[in-house]
């Protein structure tokens, strides 16, 4: 199991599957997984259903690497048909600061998704 500290790179660890899940994310950014020190988490899969029934919703799921407020794209205007599921089942790495936003569209502005979030935590406190 990977180590991310410097400081002492030989403690040993715990590995917990967890999950979070959010209830109608819409035309605002919310963090769907955040970052903690001395952690690695490891998404295995993010599941977003629009809800709302529009035809026109999109949605963009950003990472901000290092606290930044500059983020990277990982989906940008994704459809997602009236009641339909995405699932998104890419192994991404976060640490420390490192945050995974995802934010809702429609021309009506009434977007609205529900996300389920799973992901291992590797913790080395």
Not at 12 to 20: F, T
Request: hydrophobic fraction near 40%; include cysteine; glycine fraction near 8%.
């Amino acid at each position: 199991m990977a180590n991310p500290s410097e400081v002492n790179p030989t403690a040993s660890g715990k590995e917990v599957i967890r999950r979070q899940y959010y209830d109608g994310i819409g035309e605002s950014a919310v963090v769907v997984l955040q970052g903690v020190a001395d952690h690695i988490m490891t998404t295995v899969s993010i599941i977003i259903c629009e809800r709302m029934g529009l035809s026109d919703g999109i949605f963009h799921m950003i990472f901000y690497p290092d606290a930044s407020s500059t983020g990277l794209y990982m989906l940008q205007d994704q459809s997602l048909p009236s009641t339909q599921t995405f699932i998104f089942n890419e192994k991404v790495a976060i640490t420390n600061t490192d945050a995974i936003k995802i934010v809702g569209e429609s021309v009506s502005g009434t977007a609205g998704y529900d996300v389920w979030v799973t992901y291992i935590d590797q913790d080395f406190s």
